[in-house]
Nanobody
Framework: QVQLGESGGGLVQAGGSLRLSCAAS????????MGWFRQAPGKEREFVAA????????SIAGSVKGRFTISRDNTKNTVYLQMDSLKPEDTAVYYC?????????????????WGQGTQVTVSS
């Protein structure tokens, strides 16, 4: 059973930065894609970013492109989301997810395992 644990969320002022981390356990290989999604109060969970098994392939949502960067360290089974130039509309619970395939996807239904989420709050 794969387990995901997010960390790094918190309260930050607009224009600030945060780095989220997600550590995966229960796997013996790194041949899987990982992604970040977020859900604001009263809204659907939406795609933020995804990264393929090697780290060379990434996908970033248009709303965060140029501000957020996804990366991974397979030696640590960890994926990161660097968030810069944060805006109040980035406020949400951020979820890490992983799928059984090595290629990126922006669809929630393609992901098999999810973390518990970490709260990110951006004040104006």
């Amino acid at each position: 059973q794969v387990q995901l644990g997010e960390s790094g969320g918190g309260l930050v002022q607009a224009g600030g930065s945060l780095r989220l981390s997600c550590a995966a356990s229960g796997r013996t290989d790194s041949n899987y894609a990982m992604g970040w999604f977020r859900q604001a109060p009263g809204k659907e969970r939406e795609f933020v970013a995804a990264i393929g098994w090697s780290g060379r392939s990434t996908s970033i949502a248009g709303s965060v492109k140029g501000r957020f960067t996804i990366s991974r360290d397979n030696t640590k089974n960890t994926v990161y989301l660097q968030m810069d130039s944060l805006k109040p509309e980035d406020t949400a619970v951020y979820y890490c997810a992983t799928r059984r395939f090595p290629f990126v996807s922006a669809r929630k239904s393609d992901y098999d395992y999810w973390g518990q989420g970490t709260q990110v709050t951006v004040s104006s």
